[in-house]
């Protein structure tokens, strides 16, 4: 059974520093790409960040870009996103998803499958 789990979301303040993970099993996520999106309430979803599963290009919206990073560690079947220099616009829940079986790469709507989410909360 394909599962994706999130975790490492909590409350931080401005300024700070988190690292989410997403945890895969049912399928290896070394040649899939892996995306962050978030959803804050009243806002669209928004795509931060994905990891190409072809050749590793990571790729990052403005609003993160620079902020966030997006690693994979394929021993451990997880792929994670520091977050650094946390600000309130921030808070969101993010979920990460998968384009297995299809590789289609970093398209949301190619993505079949999505973990639970984690919720990151920036206030002081």
């Known amino acids: 059974q394909v599962q994706l789990v999130e975790a490492g979301g909590g409350l931080v303040q401005p300024g700070g520093s988190l690292r989410l993970s997403c945890t895969a099993s049912?399928?290896?996520?070394?040649?899939?790409?892996i995306a962050w999106m978030r959803q804050a309430p009243g806002k669209e979803r928004e795509r931060v960040s994905c990891?190409?599963?072809?050749?590793?290009?990571?790729y990052y919206s403005a609003s993160v870009q620079g902020r966030f990073t997006i690693s994979r560690d394929n021993d451990k079947n997880t792929v994670y996103l520091q977050m650094s220099s946390l600000e309130s616009e921030d808070t969101a829940v993010y979920y990460c998803?998968?384009?297995?079986?299809?590789?289609?790469?970093?398209?949301?709507?190619?993505?079949?499958?999505w973990g639970n989410g984690t919720l990151v909360t920036v206030s002081s």
């Open positions: 998803g998968t384009d297995f079986p299809r590789g289609s790469g970093c398209q949301i709507e190619g993505m079949d499958y």
């Open positions: 049912g399928f290896t996520l070394d040649y899939y790409s």
């Open positions: 990891i190409s599963g072809r050749d590793g290009t990571t």
